[in-house]
């Protein structure tokens, strides 16, 4: 196993080279692109480290030709703070790991360690099945004697897209988390897809009307205003947004049940809450999926409540790409049965 480094940096290059010493794998530096697509052609890579502050350079292409290749290969993104401390939680949670520059040693070891136990259960995952099914492979071609040249080629054909179906999918999952790791600004990968939809519900008319003049910069589109918790809960039943501004004093229902109410419609909806409105502890929150992954930001601009907007679009894009995943593992489960049905009628007169 070898270790990939693109950057220019002498500083970065030079404290990587101490820091992986103790890995006591080779370490291959290249500063090109000619040099990296050589290098991932003709060397396999257990780490990769991956500079993407340099603007000459598409480093997200490399990156991605990079795991098309060798998927189990662990990418290290390494660049500047990014604005949004949401889309680094994005980077890391969903994808391969977001080191920030200056590299922190005791940061870049637990990193390092993290994602060789991740490759090693990955890999061995793998073996596992393709050992599971080539062991069923030789024997349902035992069993299958009685049958013709023709049958038995139909069969084998058969047995091997069986194993090329299960590590297509493990591979589609892994492209869905290379994709969304590889977004170093998700707002702007998630502006080619679509125009999000949402909701703002404040009893005050000005932020409402404030937030309606933000539509073309977060590429939003507000179709409901609302002041009440009872108004959203009667348009939930019809249908819902992709994000959901609300303010946390409604005049009738507690901002929480109607959030709760929400995420039981839609769970992949992103739900900004907006507190203590016009008061100088304001703040907004976008909630995590789960308890303690909610992004909270306190309000002293209104950049601070476009930062936490943004967030909510990369979250939404997130969504967007587990939708294409689901999708295309249906597609192949279905192509899979139709296969499994066509032998399954070859073997019902099996004699064992």
């Given at each position: 196993?070898?270790?990939l480094?693109?950057?220019r940096?002498?500083?970065?290059?030079?404290?990587l080279?101490?820091?992986?010493?103790?890995?006591?794998?080779?370490?291959?530096?290249?500063?090109?692109?000619?040099a990296?697509?050589?290098?991932?052609?003709n060397?396999?890579?257990?780490?990769?480290?991956?500079?993407?502050d340099?603007?000459?350079?598409d480093?997200?292409a490399?990156?991605t030709?990079?795991?098309?290749l060798?998927?189990?290969?662990?990418?290290?993104?390494?660049g500047?703070e990014l604005?949004i401390?949401?889309?680094l939680q994005?980077?890391?949670?969903?994808?391969?790991?977001?080191?920030?520059?200056?590299l922190?040693?005791?940061e870049?070891?637990?990193?390092v360690?993290?994602?060789l136990?991740?490759r090693?259960?990955v890999?061995k995952q793998?073996q596992?099945?393709e050992a599971?099914?080539?062991?069923?492979?030789q024997?349902?071609?035992?069993?299958?004697n009685?049958?013709g040249?023709?049958?038995r080629?139909e069969?084998?054909?058969?047995?091997?897209?069986?194993?090329q179906?299960?590590v297509?999918?493990e591979?589609q999952n892994?492209?869905?988390q290379?994709r969304?790791?590889?977004?170093?600004?998700?707002?702007?990968?998630?502006?080619?897809?679509?125009l999000?939809?949402?909701?703002i519900a404040?009893?005050d008319?000005?932020?409402s009307?404030?937030?309606?003049?933000l539509?073309?910069r977060?590429?939003?589109?507000?179709?409901?205003?609302?002041s009440?918790?009872?108004?959203?809960?009667?348009?939930l039943?019809q249908?819902?947004?992709?994000v959901?501004?609300?303010?946390?004093m409604?005049?009738d229902?507690?901002a929480e049940?109607v959030?709760?109410?929400?995420r039981?419609?839609?769970a992949?909806?992103?739900?900004?809450?907006?507190?203590?409105?016009?008061?100088?502890?304001?703040?907004?929150?976008?909630?995590?999926?789960?308890?303690?992954?909610?992004?909270?930001?306190?309000l002293?601009?209104?950049?601070?409540?476009?930062?936490?907007?943004?967030?909510a679009?990369?979250?939404c894009a997130a969504?967007d790409?587990g939708?294409?995943f689901?999708?295309?593992?249906?597609?192949?489960?279905?192509q899979?049965?139709?296969?499994y049905?066509?032998?399954?009628?070859?073997?019902e007169?099996?004699?064992?």
């Open positions: 196993m070898s270790i480094l693109f950057d940096d002498p500083s970065v290059i030079h404290f080279r101490q820091e992986l010493k103790l890995l006591q794998m080779p370490l291959q530096e290249v500063r090109t692109t000619s990296f697509k050589d290098a991932v052609q060397t396999h890579f257990a780490l990769a480290f991956v500079d993407i340099d603007r000459q350079v480093t997200g490399l990156a030709s990079l795991h098309a060798q998927p189990e290969c662990q990418i290290f993104l390494m500047r604005p401390a949401q889309t994005l980077l890391r949670r969903m994808g391969h790991e977001y080191l920030v520059k200056p922190d040693a005791a870049l070891e637990e990193a360690a993290t994602r136990r991740r090693d259960r890999i793998r596992r099945l599971e099914l080539k062991a069923l492979q024997e349902q071609l035992r069993r299958s009685h049958l040249a023709e049958e080629r069969l084998r054909d058969f047995l091997e897209s069986a194993l179906t299960f297509r999918i591979r892994v492209e869905l290379q969304v790791a590889m977004m170093e600004d998700p707002l702007q990968a998630s502006k080619s897809n679509r999000l939809t949402a909701w404040h009893p008319p000005r932020f009307s404030g937030m309606l003049g539509q073309d977060l590429q939003m589109r507000f179709e409901a205003q609302m009440t918790g009872g108004e959203i809960l009667d348009r039943g249908e819902s947004p992709d959901l501004v609300i303010g946390d409604l005049p229902i507690p049940l959030t709760e109410s929400a039981s419609n839609r992949t909806m992103a739900i900004v809450v907006v507190k203590r409105w016009g008061e100088p502890d304001m703040s907004a929150e976008l909630l995590g999926q789960r308890d303690g992954d909610s992004l909270v930001r306190p002293r601009s209104a950049e601070d409540l476009v930062a936490v907007l943004e967030a679009r990369a979250r969504s790409l939708r294409e689901f999708k295309r593992f249906s597609d192949t489960h279905s899979f049965l139709e296969g049905r066509s032998v399954r009628q070859l073997l007169d099996d004699p064992a």
